[in-house]
């Protein structure tokens, strides 16, 4: 069994990069494409100094400042970030929880992972494996997105932060899902919790960005980091250790709790409803 167990380790990570592949790929050329197209449009709207303190100046309407928060900067990479960062972070979010649940919850509902379970692996170690290939996978979507960035003429160090920014928030909500997984039996109600969570992170950052004296705020949610990370601006790589420990956490919370139920089970059971009297 123990010679076993590293060979059926890499067969699980094998197919996990496999059911990931696809998905993954379209994300990591749809997200590099836009980031081309969005650098350039602003080079050509914005071309000087004046046009982008103009542009700038809108932040100073609460209501666009509740949506889109503070520029870092009226550079390029500041200002790209400043307009769609938070729409890109929702993006690779609910790809995160789309594919986290499908993977760690929908195909241990279909039956698809009993095979693996009857092997030498503890089913501990089997979502391991799928976890550190999930994570690996938002990472590394994070550094191609920051290199595409990068590419199309932004601020090295900039784009790198805030690409690493970027996988680290697609890597909070997996493994928030993950840990969803094991405590729901049912895809669905993972789905639609984590959805949940991942529109009450939107809330909380618009709270964040209401007020000065609010700015904490924003260390309460995943899209609040990057109010503090500053990309283009400030270049806090500090802020990067946050989503580091926010994963780790919640990844070994997740197979602490898969070694604590049964195969297709979740640890919360919903309440049956009371049978009638007369039966």
Known sequence: HRAA??????AVARLTARLLRRGWSALVL?????AVMEVRVFE??????????ALVSLAN??????????????????????DAGWMLQLIVGVWAVVTSARLLRGDEEAGRVDLLLTGAMAPRAVLGVQLGVLLAA???????????????????????????????FAATFAGLTAVLAQLLAARGRVLGVAAALLGGAVLVRMVA????????????TP????????????????????????????????????????A????????????????
Do not use: K
């Open 61 to 82: 309407d609460p209501a666009m400042r509740i949506l889109q928060g503070l520029p870092a900067g009226t550079s390029t990479g500041a200002l790209v970030v400043w």
């Open 30 to 34: 749809g997200l590099g494409a836009y």
């Open 44 to 53: 050509a709207t914005y071309p000087d100094q004046a046009t982008r303190d």
């Open 223 to 262: 899209l609040g980091w990057n109010d503090h990370l500053e990309p283009y601006g400030g270049d806090h790589a500090i802020v990067l250790l946050v989503p580091l420990a926010v994963c780790a956490a919640l990844g070994a919370l997740a197979v602490v709790l898969r070694g604590r139920r049964d």
């Open 138 to 168: 938002c990472v590394l979507l994070g550094l191609l997105f920051g290199g595409a960035l990068a590419a199309a003429g932004t601020d090295v160090r900039g784009a790198l932060l805030y690409g690493v920014l970027v996988g680290g």
């Open 209 to 220: 960005n209401s007020a000065d004296d609010r700015a904490w705020v924003a260390w309460l």
């Open 264 to 279: 297709g089970a979740g640890l919360l059971v919903p309440r049956r409803a009371a049978r009638s009297h007369l039966l």
């Open 5 to 10: 167990t590293p060979r059926l380790g890499v």
